[in-house]
């Protein structure tokens, strides 16, 4: 092959992997918001129960919880290598993949949070449900404020 084709052929698979990267990054951006979407919608509703703004049902709390306890170990997912580099604006802050192992550590605590949480509710203890979520929300908060942009 003459120099020029080869330099061209490299040339086009260099863009074709680039986009295909920048597809693959925008897939893990749409899962992990997607993803934070199905939790807040279950929490929210556990919290305006929590705070007494809706009749506080133990048992729609616990099936809410199971829910949120399945949906937390998929979020690290959905922050692999590269999805910080897509030309998309996210409130993720570089911390998460220059301090992986922070990142790992918070997340885990959330896991860790809502499978408590999950285990509480099967009680049907009302103030221990109140009380686990309060530390979830924490797990929650933790993450935020370590590795999630202000709103702007
Ligand atoms: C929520 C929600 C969060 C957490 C956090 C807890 O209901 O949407 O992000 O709780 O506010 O402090």
Redesign the pocket.
């Given at each position: 092959m003459k120099l020029a084709a080869r330099a061209c052929a490299v040339m086009m698979l260099v863009c074709l992997s680039g986009g295909a990267m920048a597809q693959d990054a925008k897939k893990a951006i749409e899962y992990r918001q997607s993803v934070f979407k199905v939790i807040?919608w279950d929490?929210?509703v556990m919290?305006a129960m929590v705070k007494g703004e809706k009749d506080f049902d133990a048992k729609d709390f616990a099936r809410r919880a199971e829910r949120v306890a399945d949906m937390a170990p998929r979020i690290a997912e959905g922050f692999p290598a590269g999805s910080d580099m897509a030309d998309i604006e996210t409130r993720a802050k570089p911390e998460i993949w220059s301090d992986a192992a922070g990142f790992k550590q918070a997340w885990q605590r959330l896991v860790d949070e809502t499978e408590k949480l999950a285990m509480v509710a099967k009680s049907g203890d009302e103030a221990a449900m109140k009380k686990q979520f309060a530390a979830t929300?924490?797990a929650?908060?933790g993450c935020?404020d370590d590795y999630r942009k202000p709103k702007s």
């Open positions: 807040v929490f929210g919290g929300g924490k929650c908060k935020h």
